[in-house]
């Protein structure tokens, strides 16, 4: 299979739309006597596709997949969930990932927009959930700003499906009364997350954080945690979450960031900070004080 492209400007991608200066042209207003809805029965549908592993996706999911005549797919959408499309679905690689060349979302959502005026099935294939930081509310907007409802599949979020490889719960009676999710990008032009505040809130009310897209900003997440959480509060940091390249790595919120740089943790990782990680921290002390004596 081809690798993941983001389209270039000047690609012709299909007969429905043509990239030029990376923008595609607006368009047209409709004519008075014309729906604004799509035409031909085109539809879309945003559908998750949880945190790569192929057989994590749902029922429905693999359904609207198999439906599909044209795949506006993100970056960490995996191979082998892209193969499940049909022979003739035309597919097109949107990425989106923070620190890297992304395609502009706006220019995401017209593509949406023409293909669906179009006729086309459009499936919007995004890792995680599409309504857990994957700007799933900003496209339902969008279209539904020209008439058009799309449907939305959930899809097993990363933060869920990390701690699930590690045999770990988000919430426990003993030591978690709830969780919170929560991005470490902040927008540009945004003061972000007041992890101090979160960090007392955290505390207070025996909460599990789970960090999405943290690592770039580790030592600043980590020193404004300290402010509301005890140093030796347990960690885990994962990488590649349900993939066979998936690692992890425990340690405490003191050491957070020293581990991440001496482990070489990059993106796309997420960060579990809390005490049900308590059993998870006492069994990586002991293998690692077993490593020593060994």
Known sequence: MKDPQTPKPGDAIDPIFQLRGGEVHDL????????????????????GAGPGDPDLLTVKAVKAIASATLLLVD????????????????????GKRGG??????????????????????????KGGDPFIFG??????????GFGIEPEVINGITAGLAAVTTLGVP???????????????HARPGSAGTDWRMLAATAHAARLTLVVYMGVSGAEHIQGELL??????????????VSLPSQRHTVCTLADLHETIVAQGFASPSVIVVGDVLQG??????????QARLA
Do not use: W
Request: aromatic fraction near 2%.
């Open 28 to 47: 047209p207003p409709a004519p008075a006597t014309e729906p604004v809805g799509p035409r031909s029965g085109g539809r879309c549908i945003l559908v």
């Open 100 to 125: 890297c060349k992304s395609t502009p979302q706006a220019f995401i959502e017209k593509l949406m927009l023409m293909a669906v005026r179009e006729g086309e099935t459009v499936v919007r294939l």
């Open 170 to 184: 988000l919430t426990h009676r003993a030591h978690a009364h709830g969780v919170v999710f929560v991005t470490g």
């Open 75 to 94: 970056d960490l959408v995996s191979d082998a969930i892209v193969a499940l499309a049909q022979p003739g679905a035309r597919v097109v690689y949107v």
């Open 135 to 144: 700007r799933g509310g900003e496209e339902v907007e969008h279209l539904r």
């Open 227 to 240: 402010q509301g959480l005890p140093g030796q509060t347990p960690v885990a940091v994962i990488q590649n």
């Open 280 to 289: 998870l921290a006492a069994a990586s002390a002991a293998g690692q004080q």
